[in-house]
Protein backbone atom coordinates (compact mmCIF):
# COMPACT_ATOMS: atom_id res chain seq x y z
CA UNK A 1 0.00 0.00 0.00
CA UNK A 2 1.15 3.58 -0.05
CA UNK A 3 3.40 5.16 2.30
CA UNK A 4 3.92 8.94 3.21
CA UNK A 5 6.64 10.21 4.97
CA UNK A 6 6.51 13.78 6.18
CA UNK A 7 9.56 16.14 7.99
CA UNK A 8 10.37 17.81 9.64
CA UNK A 9 8.17 16.92 12.70
CA UNK A 10 8.59 20.08 14.44
CA UNK A 11 9.03 23.39 12.52
CA UNK A 12 10.04 26.34 14.39
CA UNK A 13 10.04 30.08 12.52
CA UNK A 14 10.23 33.48 13.22
CA UNK A 15 7.06 35.50 12.57
CA UNK A 16 6.97 36.98 8.98
CA UNK A 17 9.82 33.81 7.70
CA UNK A 18 8.71 31.00 5.52
CA UNK A 19 7.79 27.42 6.66
CA UNK A 20 8.53 24.49 4.62
CA UNK A 21 7.24 21.03 4.45
CA UNK A 22 8.15 17.81 2.98
CA UNK A 23 6.61 15.01 1.87
CA UNK A 24 7.18 11.58 -0.16
CA UNK A 25 4.72 9.08 -1.41
CA UNK A 26 5.36 5.55 -3.01
CA UNK A 27 2.40 4.45 -4.70
CA UNK A 28 2.49 6.43 -8.25
CA UNK A 29 -0.93 5.87 -8.85
CA UNK A 30 -1.34 8.47 -6.22
CA UNK A 31 -2.85 11.19 -7.99
CA UNK A 32 -4.42 13.74 -5.52
CA UNK A 33 -2.68 15.25 -2.27
CA UNK A 34 -4.46 17.69 0.03
CA UNK A 35 -3.09 19.48 3.03
CA UNK A 36 -4.70 19.58 6.05
CA UNK A 37 -4.12 22.10 8.98
CA UNK A 38 -5.06 20.83 12.61
CA UNK A 39 -5.18 23.01 15.71
CA UNK A 40 -5.42 21.15 19.20
CA UNK A 41 -8.73 19.26 19.91
CA UNK A 42 -10.25 20.47 16.22
CA UNK A 43 -10.68 18.40 13.21
CA UNK A 44 -8.00 18.69 10.37
CA UNK A 45 -9.47 21.30 7.66
CA UNK A 46 -8.03 21.47 3.76
CA UNK A 47 -6.30 24.42 3.07
CA UNK A 48 -4.53 23.49 0.10
CA UNK A 49 -4.78 20.72 -2.49
CA UNK A 50 -3.32 19.35 -5.64
CA UNK A 51 -3.73 17.18 -8.37
CA UNK A 52 -1.38 15.10 -10.27
CA UNK A 53 -1.48 16.67 -13.76
CA UNK A 54 -0.28 19.90 -12.23
CA UNK A 55 2.88 20.98 -10.88
CA UNK A 56 2.22 24.34 -8.76
CA UNK A 57 -0.46 25.68 -6.67
CA UNK A 58 -0.88 29.31 -4.56
CA UNK A 59 -3.74 30.66 -2.64
CA UNK A 60 -2.32 33.53 -0.93
CA UNK A 61 0.45 32.46 1.53
CA UNK A 62 -0.09 29.09 1.04
CA UNK A 63 1.88 26.94 -1.78
CA UNK A 64 1.91 23.25 -2.82
CA UNK A 65 4.15 22.01 -5.19
CA UNK A 66 4.40 18.65 -6.58
CA UNK A 67 7.26 16.25 -8.20
CA UNK A 68 5.76 13.49 -9.67
CA UNK A 69 8.79 12.10 -11.15
CA UNK A 70 10.54 12.07 -7.15
CA UNK A 71 7.14 11.22 -5.80
CA UNK A 72 7.31 14.37 -3.73
CA UNK A 73 5.18 17.48 -2.73
CA UNK A 74 5.95 19.98 -0.50
CA UNK A 75 3.81 22.77 1.29
CA UNK A 76 5.77 26.33 1.66
CA UNK A 77 3.74 29.45 3.76
CA UNK A 78 5.29 33.18 3.54
CA UNK A 79 5.11 35.65 5.87
CA UNK A 80 3.81 33.41 8.69
CA UNK A 81 1.72 34.42 11.20
CA UNK A 82 1.01 33.29 14.93
CA UNK A 83 -2.04 31.87 13.94
CA UNK A 84 -0.41 29.41 11.33
CA UNK A 85 0.75 27.38 14.50
CA UNK A 86 -0.96 24.00 14.65
CA UNK A 87 -0.37 20.98 13.36
CA UNK A 88 -0.18 20.01 9.40
CA UNK A 89 -0.89 16.94 7.83
CA UNK A 90 0.10 15.66 4.14
CA UNK A 91 -1.74 12.82 2.55
CA UNK A 92 -1.86 11.18 -0.71
CA UNK A 93 -4.66 9.48 -2.21
CA UNK A 94 -5.77 7.29 -5.10
CA UNK A 95 -8.44 8.65 -6.90
CA UNK A 96 -10.17 9.61 -3.52
CA UNK A 97 -10.09 6.00 -2.15
CA UNK A 98 -7.91 5.76 0.43
CA UNK A 99 -6.51 8.19 1.66
CA UNK A 100 -3.04 7.77 3.58
CA UNK A 101 -1.42 10.76 5.86
CA UNK A 102 1.60 11.62 6.76
CA UNK A 103 3.10 11.74 10.59
CA UNK A 104 2.37 15.19 10.95
CA UNK A 105 4.75 19.10 11.68
CA UNK A 106 3.82 20.83 14.20
CA UNK A 107 4.54 24.00 13.46
CA UNK A 108 5.35 27.18 15.67
CA UNK A 109 5.57 30.58 14.47
CA UNK A 110 7.32 32.70 17.13
CA UNK A 111 5.74 36.28 17.59
CA UNK B 1 -18.76 23.86 10.74
CA UNK B 2 -18.07 21.17 8.24
CA UNK B 3 -21.18 19.71 8.43
CA UNK B 4 -20.19 16.21 8.75
CA UNK B 5 -22.02 15.18 12.45
CA UNK B 6 -20.76 12.61 14.65
CA UNK B 7 -21.97 11.28 17.81
CA UNK B 8 -21.56 10.86 21.00
CA UNK B 9 -18.55 13.23 21.26
CA UNK B 10 -17.13 11.14 23.76
CA UNK B 11 -17.26 7.72 25.29
CA UNK B 12 -16.08 5.98 27.70
CA UNK B 13 -15.89 2.19 27.92
CA UNK B 14 -14.43 -0.97 29.44
CA UNK B 15 -12.24 -3.63 28.15
CA UNK B 16 -13.58 -6.01 26.20
CA UNK B 17 -16.85 -3.91 25.10
CA UNK B 18 -18.29 -3.13 22.22
CA UNK B 19 -19.08 0.15 21.08
CA UNK B 20 -20.98 1.98 17.99
CA UNK B 21 -20.21 5.37 16.33
CA UNK B 22 -22.33 6.97 14.08
CA UNK B 23 -21.75 9.82 11.15
CA UNK B 24 -23.71 12.07 9.05
CA UNK B 25 -22.19 13.06 5.91
CA UNK B 26 -23.00 16.42 4.48
CA UNK B 27 -25.67 16.74 2.55
CA UNK B 28 -25.07 15.47 -1.07
CA UNK B 29 -22.48 13.91 -0.40
CA UNK B 30 -21.77 10.11 -0.92
CA UNK B 31 -18.35 9.03 0.01
CA UNK B 32 -18.08 8.55 3.91
CA UNK B 33 -14.62 7.78 5.27
CA UNK B 34 -13.42 6.79 8.77
CA UNK B 35 -10.41 7.65 10.57
CA UNK B 36 -8.45 6.93 13.72
CA UNK B 37 -6.11 9.05 15.05
CA UNK B 38 -3.90 8.10 18.59
CA UNK B 39 -2.44 10.78 21.03
CA UNK B 40 0.63 12.36 19.12
CA UNK B 41 -0.30 10.15 16.49
CA UNK B 42 -0.87 10.93 12.39
CA UNK B 43 -4.69 10.26 10.96
CA UNK B 44 -5.01 5.92 10.18
CA UNK B 45 -6.90 5.65 7.26
CA UNK B 46 -9.53 2.93 8.59
CA UNK B 47 -12.03 2.24 5.55
CA UNK B 48 -14.41 4.26 2.69
CA UNK B 49 -17.82 3.85 1.68
CA UNK B 50 -19.22 4.85 -1.63
CA UNK B 51 -23.77 5.27 -1.95
CA UNK B 52 -23.57 2.45 0.76
CA UNK B 53 -20.68 0.26 -0.83
CA UNK B 54 -17.27 -0.50 0.60
CA UNK B 55 -14.89 1.26 -1.65
CA UNK B 56 -11.36 1.31 0.46
CA UNK B 57 -9.69 -0.49 3.10
CA UNK B 58 -7.04 0.62 4.97
CA UNK B 59 -5.57 -0.42 8.43
CA UNK B 60 -8.54 -1.34 9.78
CA UNK B 61 -8.47 -4.20 12.82
CA UNK B 62 -10.29 -7.29 11.94
CA UNK B 63 -12.43 -6.44 15.69
CA UNK B 64 -13.65 -3.23 13.52
CA UNK B 65 -16.34 -2.75 10.91
CA UNK B 66 -18.18 -0.42 9.63
CA UNK B 67 -21.39 0.07 7.71
CA UNK B 68 -23.32 2.27 5.59
CA UNK B 69 -26.65 3.16 5.32
CA UNK B 70 -29.30 3.52 2.01
CA UNK B 71 -29.86 7.24 4.29
CA UNK B 72 -25.94 7.82 3.21
CA UNK B 73 -24.91 8.24 7.58
CA UNK B 74 -22.52 5.59 8.51
CA UNK B 75 -21.56 3.69 11.51
CA UNK B 76 -18.58 2.39 13.05
CA UNK B 77 -18.39 -1.02 15.12
CA UNK B 78 -15.60 -1.46 17.85
CA UNK B 79 -15.86 -4.52 19.56
CA UNK B 80 -13.36 -6.72 22.07
CA UNK B 81 -12.19 -2.75 23.21
CA UNK B 82 -8.54 -3.18 23.96
CA UNK B 83 -6.78 -0.14 25.68
CA UNK B 84 -5.03 0.31 22.29
CA UNK B 85 -8.25 1.70 20.69
CA UNK B 86 -8.90 4.55 23.32
CA UNK B 87 -8.41 7.45 20.15
CA UNK B 88 -9.96 9.96 18.51
CA UNK B 89 -12.23 8.47 15.70
CA UNK B 90 -13.19 10.91 12.80
CA UNK B 91 -15.45 10.54 9.82
CA UNK B 92 -14.99 12.61 6.74
CA UNK B 93 -17.13 12.79 3.85
CA UNK B 94 -17.34 13.73 0.34
CA UNK B 95 -18.86 13.93 -2.96
CA UNK B 96 -16.81 11.47 -4.10
CA UNK B 97 -17.16 12.60 -8.16
CA UNK B 98 -16.41 9.52 -10.50
CA UNK B 99 -14.21 11.70 -12.42
CA UNK B 100 -11.74 12.59 -9.45
CA UNK B 101 -11.46 13.03 -5.78
CA UNK B 102 -12.72 16.23 -3.75
CA UNK B 103 -12.40 17.82 -0.78
CA UNK B 104 -13.28 16.09 2.42
CA UNK B 105 -14.94 17.52 4.95
CA UNK B 106 -14.19 16.08 8.76
CA UNK B 107 -16.49 15.98 11.42
CA UNK B 108 -15.79 17.12 15.12
CA UNK B 109 -14.66 13.60 16.01
CA UNK B 110 -15.61 11.39 18.88
CA UNK B 111 -13.28 10.53 21.62
CA UNK B 112 -13.07 7.08 22.90
CA UNK B 113 -11.61 5.85 26.32
CA UNK B 114 -11.27 2.72 27.13
CA UNK B 115 -10.80 1.57 30.89
Known amino acids: GENVEQHPSTLSVQEGDSAVIKCTYSDSASNYFPWYKQELGKRPQLIIDIRSNVGEKKDQRIAVTLNKTAKHFSLHITETQPEDSAVYFC??????????FGTGTSLTVIP | DSGVTQTPKHLITATGQRVTLRCSPR?????VYWYQQSLDQGLQFLIQ???????AKGNILERFSAQQFPDLHSELNLSSLELGDSALYFCASSVGEAGGPGEQYFGPGTRLTVT
Open chain 2, 27 to 31: SGDLS
Open chain 1, 91 to 100: AASIKGNQFY
Open chain 2, 49 to 55: YYNGEER
